[in-house]
């Protein structure tokens, strides 16, 4: 019960959110011209086949993780439960996340290799969202700010906090990462201490033990963080595509480098396939870019055709969630009862407890 009233909770954030860009976007006639004037199809397909191609690079670069841990992998199985995991982020109301159910699923199959199921997950997450953080930053620090010719100078005061932020962020994500990398590090009796904390001491042990299994498979880590520089590059071109789909003029590529990452990030707060969240970010980040040529909201606009594309995209899962519908249902269960366990301070999976901090990585 409670984690359905968390879920309606993030449910009305997001509705909340659009409504409040709907109607923002009807006071300037951005849908008006949206109807109106014609659509490049052609561009828009590309959007869609490089989201294809954004998505099946993370379902390789996941299998490559799972793989490095010494657990075997098919392709079609990465392909099936990436898919899978991909609809559950957007059609089950936030209940029972895509992660969730891709490590459950995955953990099911490998019952003497649970703990590394369920962390190659963990740390394919981390990947991808650090990934981003360098992306974003490295086109913050390359963009010619200075000629940009705004709408308005506020606004862009604004998106340059938050680019200040992103790039103290991908600094403290670095010097983090080369730090957690070190087996003494994670060794360190402070770090144990950090783990018996009440509630987030679970999580910090369940992600010290998931970084201490990939600390000695640091050339999986380095190809993952390739194909993640690989993910956000096709993301960004898809949503630029998109941009130049659809009616109305739109910031420039280069541009869409700070604009798309930052979104993506904020897509990772827990709403439901990062509902709102999204589309509010891609919306402000263009008004602080733009110029006066380009509609106040057409970044709420890009963003709404953006999603239509990923939510096909979705769609695709539900071929496989068809096919598996016995198993989808009681891994559904234990995923549930993995989610509600999170809550109520345990992460471990099934009952399984996570190894204490400084267990050898080649003994779990």
């Known amino acids: 019960?409670?984690?359905?009233?968390?879920?309606?909770?993030?449910?009305?954030?997001?509705?909340?959110?659009?409504?409040?860009?709907?109607?923002?976007?009807?006071?300037?006639?951005?849908?008006?011209?949206?109807?109106?004037?014609?659509?490049?199809?052609?561009?828009?397909?590309?959007?869609?086949?490089?989201?294809?191609?954004?998505?099946?690079?993370?379902?390789?670069?996941?299998?490559?993780?799972?793989?490095?841990?010494?657990?075997?992998?098919?392709?079609?199985?990465?392909?099936?439960?990436?898919?899978?995991?991909?609809?559950?982020?957007?059609?089950?109301?936030?209940?029972?996340?895509?992660?969730?159910?891709?490590?459950?699923?995955?953990?099911?199959?490998?019952?003497?290799?649970?703990?590394?199921?369920?962390?190659?997950?963990?740390?394919?997450?981390?990947?991808?969202?650090?990934?981003?953080?360098?992306?974003?930053?490295?086109?913050?620090?390359?963009?010619?700010?200075?000629?940009?010719?705004v709408r308005d100078e506020s606004q862009l005061a604004a998106v340059r906090r938050v680019c200040?932020?992103?790039?103290?962020?991908?600094?403290?994500?670095?010097?983090?990462?080369?730090?957690?990398?070190?087996?003494?590090?994670?060794?360190?009796?402070?770090?144990?201490?950090?783990?018996?904390?009440?509630?987030?001491?679970?999580?910090?042990?369940?992600?010290?033990?998931?970084?201490?299994?990939?600390?000695?498979?640091?050339g999986a880590l380095t190809v993952g963080m390739m194909l993640s520089f690989c993910v956000h590059l096709l993301s960004t071109a898809s949503v630029f595509l998109v941009a130049q789909g659809l009616p109305g003029n739109a910031p420039s590529f280069a541009a869409h480098f700070v604009i798309v990452p930052i979104a993506m990030v904020a897509g990772a707060i827990p709403l439901p396939g990062g509902l709102g969240a999204v589309e509010y970010a891609l919306d402000f980040l263009y008004r602080g870019i733009s110029s006066v040529e380009i509609a106040e909201r057409q970044g709420f606009i890009i963003a709404l055709a953006f999603r239509v594309i990923t939510m096909i995209i979705a769609s695709i899962g539900f071929v496989y969630y068809l096919v598996d519908r016995r198993e989808l249902r009681n891994a559904i269960k234990e995923a549930e009862d993995e989610t509600e366990s999170r809550e109520d301070g345990d992460l471990t999976l099934s009952g399984e407890a996570a190894p204490p901090v400084g267990t050898d990585p080649a003994q779990i």
């Open 164 to 218: 200040s932020m992103t790039i103290g962020l991908a600094a403290i994500g670095g010097i983090s990462s080369a730090l957690v990398m070190t087996p003494a590090v994670t060794r360190l009796s402070f770090v144990q201490f950090f783990t018996h904390l009440p509630r987030i001491g679970v999580w910090i042990g369940r992600i010290t033990a998931a970084v201490q299994l990939y600390q000695q498979r640091k």
């Open 1 to 149: 019960m409670k984690r359905v009233f968390i879920a309606i909770i993030k449910i009305g954030i997001s509705c909340a959110i659009l409504t409040y860009l709907f109607q923002q976007a009807w006071r300037d006639d951005s849908f008006l011209a949206l109807y109106e004037q014609p659509k490049r199809w052609s561009l828009l397909a590309l959007a869609c086949a490089a989201a294809i191609a954004s998505l099946l690079l993370t379902i390789v670069r996941w299998r490559i993780l799972v793989q490095a841990l010494g657990i075997p992998f098919a392709l079609r199985d990465a392909l099936r439960l990436g898919m899978l995991g991909y609809l559950f982020n957007f059609f089950t109301l936030g209940i029972v996340g895509g992660d969730v159910l891709k490590a459950v699923m995955i953990a099911r199959r490998q019952h003497g290799q649970r703990l590394e199921a369920v962390s190659s997950v963990l740390v394919d997450r981390v990947i991808g969202l650090f990934a981003l953080f360098l992306v974003a930053s490295a086109a913050i620090l390359s963009l010619d700010w200075g000629g940009l010719q």
